[in-house]
């Protein structure tokens, strides 16, 4: 049975005024958080909600994907997962928000698909939501796999992320130092000059002598790093 207040949102939200959209659509985001809705409420704030998401405002968009995420995954994890893809920087991140609020293994799966998404910023959110699940052997791999990424933003966040694992579970420090160790020696230069980088944020000893070497690396962004790394060292 549907309320006359969420009778008045849903009306509300099909109102040609973005202002009154957007507080239609907040207003029922805080009801899909509500405990005790029957499930003509639930559905019929849901259909509203993912309505939103394909609003031509960015603001409703954002709303929408806030509220999505407080909606069974079942229904907002596809809309959430296209929202992830949008040109507007605040909604793809409400939409990570979002999916970081559903079950682990919903969000996983929406986010590991978008973190191979042709689009740098796609890649960047997918990531960023990865780190804040749960740490698991896909997600890890996932990070791994995004340090050789040719966009330094990309490679950035996938670092973070395995710094963030790390900090819960330092047991996965002495894997990611392996890892890093072998990438001094890749074929690659972004991943050469990023696990320069990681083995410093580990901690691992030897950094001055790591970046002396890479100094006559061929590749510019390498000795930009080293360079970089020897006045950390001076510091």
Do not use: K, N
Not at 111 to 116: F, G, I, N, Q
């Amino acid at each position: 049975m549907l309320t006359h207040q969420l009778t008045q949102l849903l009306m509300q939200a099909r109102h040609t005024d973005p202002p009154a959209r957007r507080a239609a659509v907040t207003g029922l985001g805080t009801l899909a958080a509500r405990p005790m809705l029957d499930p003509v409420q639930v559905e019929a704030i849901a259909e509203a909600v993912i309505t939103a998401a394909h609003d031509t405002d960015p603001t409703v968009r954002t709303r929408a994907a806030r509220g999505l995420g407080r909606l069974p995954a079942a229904r907002g994890s596809e809309a959430l997962a296209a929202l992830l893809t949008d040109g507007d920087h605040a909604t793809r991140e409400a939409a990570v928000r979002a999916l970081a609020q559903l079950d682990p293994v919903t969000a996983q799966s929406v986010l590991v698909s978008a973190a191979r998404h042709q689009d740098a910023a796609v890649r960047v959110a997918a990531l960023t939501g990865l780190r804040r699940l749960p740490a698991s052997g896909r997600s890890v791999a996932v990070l791994v796999a995004a340090l050789s990424d040719d966009h330094h933003g990309v490679q950035g966040t996938a670092m973070a992320g395995l710094l963030a694992f790390t900090a819960r579970d330092p047991r996965l420090a002495s894997t990611l130092t392996g890892m890093a160790r072998e990438g001094l020696g890749s074929d690659h230069a972004p991943l050469r000059e990023i696990c320069l980088e990681l083995l410093y944020r580990l901690g691992v000893p030897g950094h001055r002598d790591r970046c002396l070497a890479a100094r006559t690396d061929p590749h510019p962004r390498v000795r930009w790093r080293a360079a970089r790394g020897l006045e950390y060292a001076h510091a």
